[in-house]
């Protein structure tokens, strides 16, 4: 999925106002416009693709550089000591602009962000099989 002439390809461009807190050559990140919390920040590649599975190993480095520098930044700005990172991919995930991001969202008294985590049983042997699959699809 393309994610040329989506809103923050249009904000990376400057075609859209933002406040902005970081830019490099390949890396993008400002306030969001709703935020979950104080200080709740996204990050972009600049490349404009819509999953995190089709970023180019050049944005994902980039990314992986940036991330926790902009972390450090909103925690040092914010005074919060606990934050999440979100990074949802396509729409059944709550995915709702398809270029890539990363939420940084502080957990403060007032906000952050709520998670429903519900584990399931896994069986050790579907584990097994499971595992073995993914390395295989690594290779
Ligand atoms: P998603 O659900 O796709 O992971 O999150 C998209 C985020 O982008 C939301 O938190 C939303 O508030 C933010 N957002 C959407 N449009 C704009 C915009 O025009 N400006 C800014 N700063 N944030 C936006």
Redesign the pocket.
């Known amino acids: 999925m393309s994610a040329a002439g989506t809103?923050f390809s249009k904000?990376i461009a400057g075609e859209?106002p933002?406040?902005c807190v970081y830019e490099d050559e390949r890396v993008f990140a400002?306030?969001?416009?709703?935020p979950l919390s104080h200080g709740?920040v996204?990050v972009l590649p600049k490349e404009a693709k819509a999953f995190l599975h089709e970023l180019s190993d050049e944005s994902a480095a980039a990314i992986g550089r940036a991330l926790p520098r902009i972390c450090r930044a909103v925690l040092a700005a914010t005074g919060a000591t606990s934050y999440n990172v979100?990074q949802?991919n396509g729409s059944a995930a709550?995915?709702?602009?398809m270029h890539v991001?990363f939420?940084i969202i502080p957990m403060t008294t007032a906000g952050g962000l709520g998670i429903a985590w519900k584990p399931v049983h896994l069986a050790s042997d579907e584990a097994v099989a499971l595992a073995t699959k993914i390395r295989e699809a690594l290779q």
Do not use: E, K, S
């Open positions: 809103i904000i859209i933002c406040q400002f306030l969001d416009i709703a709740h996204l979100l949802n709550h995915q709702a602009v991001h939420h």
